[in-house]
Nanobody, 123 residues
Framework: QLQLVESGGGLVQPGDSLKLSCTVSGRTLSSYYMAWFRQAPGKAREFVSAFPWTGITSTSYADSVKGRFVMTRDYVKSEVYLPLSSLQVENAAVYSC???????????????WGQGTQVTVSS
């Protein structure tokens, strides 16, 4: 069974940066897509980015983060990263990584989730 554990969240000030990590264990990832979602208080879970663990398919990004957040991976460590830069109050949310055998920008389609990591942006 695939297991996902996020880390790297925290309390930062506007303009600061964080690097979120998602450590994967339990199975080989070669057939999986990996994604980041976020959920702000009182709002629905929102797609952030996704890519296939292997292959040449480009990363998909939500329009709200395109050009600001860049999703990356470390094949040796089996980790997925989401560096967050120039954070603003509206970026505060619980960020979660997800895995599944197909891509969707709808959260309900993803079957494997981590517990999430809280990002708080406050001056």
């Amino acid at each position: 069974q695939l297991q996902l554990v996020e880390s790297g969240g925290g309390l930062v000030q506007p303009g600061d940066s964080l690097k979120l990590s998602c450590t994967v264990s339990g199975r080989t990832l070669s057939s999986y897509y990996m994604a980041w979602f976020r959920q702000a208080p009182g709002k629905a879970r929102e797609f952030v980015s996704a890519f296939p663990w292997t292959g040449i398919t480009s990363t998909s990004y939500a329009d709200s983060v395109k050009g600001r957040f860049v999703m990356t991976r470390d094949y040796v460590k089996s980790e997925v990263y989401l560096p967050l830069s120039s954070l603003q109050v509206e970026n505060a949310a619980v960020y979660s990584c997800a895995a599944d055998l197909k891509f969707s920008n709808g959260s309900s389609a993803w079957r494997i989730w981590g517990q999430g990591t809280q990002v708080t942006v406050s001056s």
